[in-house]
Nanobody, 123 residues
Framework: QLQLVESGGGLVQPGGSLRLSCAAS????????IGWFRQAPGKEREGVSC????????YYADSVKGRFTISRDNAKNTVYLQMNSLKPEDTAVYYC????????????????WGLGTQVTVSS
């Protein structure tokens, strides 16, 4: 059973935009902090953004501040990552995860992981 499913990845030119979705099933994401992570080829996984479960506070890695926006729609049981002004270095597989809290921009004590969606930024 897949309880988190990412979608919305694809190929985009530098400066372009994509919106990623993270849809939850069989549980209510209201009670979880949701984080976005990414992993580029040959690199370690890194946290990108996190949105808290209680007040919806948002946090971003310095590398994406001002360009990415995380949001949640509890009625749709979905979290989004709007990515603007994309750069080649944003190329990675992006994963969403449901955890206990946001430790800054990193979601911790992960309960569920998605399988990821590929984002490629290239001219």
């Amino acid at each position: 059973q897949l309880q988190l499913v990412e979608s919305g990845g694809g190929l985009v030119q530098p400066g372009g935009s994509l919106r990623l979705s993270c849809a939850a099933s069989e549980f209510t994401l209201d009670y979880y902090a949701i984080g976005w992570f990414r992993q580029a080829p040959g690199k370690e996984r890194e946290g990108v953004s996190c949105i808290s479960s209680n007040d919806g506070s948002t946090y971003y890695a310095d590398s994406v501040k001002g360009r990415f926006t995380i949001s949640r729609d509890n009625a749709k049981n979905t979290v989004y990552l709007q990515m603007n002004s994309l750069k080649p270095e944003d190329t990675a597989v992006y994963y969403c995860a449901a955890g206990y809290t946001c430790s800054g921009y990193v979601c911790n004590v992960i309960r569920y992981w998605g399988l990821g969606t590929q984002v490629t930024v290239s001219s």
